[in-house]
């Protein structure tokens, strides 16, 4: 399924709701437009990715390579949703250590919902 | 019934997906779950993301994947790299890393893979397997 992505502001957080499949092909696109957004000022993402249908390595190196530059400015990355097949990948490749996977986008922007961003 | 599918495909991002949706739907046509097809799409996917980044001395690779009422064992192969050949000690990337974990996925998800050099070509086989018996 086509890759596409919109966001919104909820508060203090920015909410990027990807669709589709994320690999090789189209994790450019979202590296690019995460940098953008974080450039734009949004300081706490949160990534749903409830229409993802296919998540590969690459887009895990995007959200890694985005996590270090919010931190490096005190930010935040939060991801949430997804099937469980997408969820699935985080596990294996134990990356819920670094960023926390809610459930739902309003488990990630509750304020006890926010994972602590520790080195 | 056995069913091979073979596709040579240019060394692009766009390949990735054309190569899974490819295989995803015979396997589906064969009645495949869900589950099991969604574990070979991401290895194979995987698999070519790997040659796609790292074997630039490929314009093209080639995805083979042989299907009966038990398996599907799939080989990608490239026509060489520039740099080190596929180099993976079975562990994970480090946490903090943005690449390195498409091997890590294809072991966790498919079996018996194995990564080897071609015989008296340049170039490397990503192989792997998964039991359709769910």
Redesign the interface.
Known sequence: MEFSAGHRRYGEHTIVALTG?I???SS?RLRELLIELVGAGSRRLVVDLDQVT?L???G???F??IF?RLRAGNGTLAIAGGAP?VRE?FH????T??FPLHETVEDAVRPAGEGVLEP | MKVVLEMTLPRDAGSAPLARHTLDASLRGLGVTFDIRADIALALGEACANVIQHARASREYEVRAHVDDRRCVIDVIDGGRDTDPVAWDGTGAPLNAEHGRGLQLIQAFTEELHIKDRAHKNGAIVHFEKSLAG
Not at chain 1, 92 to 95: A, R
């Open positions: 499949d690999d090789v092909h450019q296919f590969d390595s690459t895990l190196g995007v890694v390579g270090h097949r990948v294996v490749t134990q990356l250590r670094i």
